[in-house]
């Protein structure tokens, strides 16, 4: 891998061989969930990585660095390789600081950087931190931002939900916002749900 120049690297130019754009992402995130046999929402980002194998575990990390939310620590080389206190090959770390709908969604993000950088490219010893606010002009945290976001809420779901939502619920006042429903139909945060209307140009 060649080193990147000032200019490459200010304009965020990805480095792997492999580089994914936002179709292909939504795309890949989709075959995820039907590989899976999880298409039904609210998706459970947990079921899905026990799935591959992941321990998930809740950590303090206000001594380390309190931005942290979220890790993925990957060491599939081999037994051999396992030492005392790192026994576990796939772990998911998750800040104790959450709620349940953010950590569903970071557990996204990171099997975004399981599927696109790891085993999408056949690497068998990563590590991923995630600081909030994430830096989104690292492609790779963009790339699994964005794969966290389509598989938590893909566009054809979305387009359906609030097509329900203007048909059934939004006069019968079970739902004062169309964010609100979002959030409640497929458990995410509140930000992510009004970054995904606006960006569908569904918040009309
Ligand atoms: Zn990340």
Not at 70 to 92: E, F, T, W
Not at 141 to 168: H, I, N, S, W
Request: hydrophobic share 35%; aromatic share 10%.
């Amino acid at each position: 891998m060649k080193e990147p120049s000032v200019a490459e690297k200010q304009a965020g130019v990805v480095l792997h061989e492999k580089s994914w754009t936002d179709k292909e992402i939504a795309r890949e995130a989709y075959n995820f969930l039907k590989e899976q046999d999880a298409v039904r929402f609210p998706v459970d980002t947990y079921e899905l990585a026990k799935n591959q194998k992941f321990k998930l575990k809740w950590r303090d990390f206000s001594s380390v660095d309190p931005n942290i939310v979220g890790m993925i620590l990957v060491d599939d080389r081999g037994k051999q390789y396992r030492k005392n206190g790192l026994s576990d090959r796939r772990i998911i770390a998750l800040s104790d600081t959450l709620s349940e709908a953010e950590e569903r969604f970071i557990v996204g993000h990171e099997l975004g950087h399981y599927y696109l950088h790891g085993r999408g490219r056949g690497e068998t010893l990563y590590a991923f931190s995630d600081k909030e606010p994430l830096d989104l002009s690292n492609p790779e945290e963009y790339q699994a931002e964005r794969f966290a976001m389509d598989l938590l809420l893909p566009e054809g779901a979305m387009r359906t939900a609030v097509r329900l939502y203007k048909e059934r619920w939004s006069d019968r006042g079970t739902y004062a916002t169309l964010k609100e429903y979002i959030c409640d139909m497929f458990f995410v945060p509140p930000d992510k749900a009004k970054q995904r209307l606006d960006e569908l140009g569904l918040l009309a």
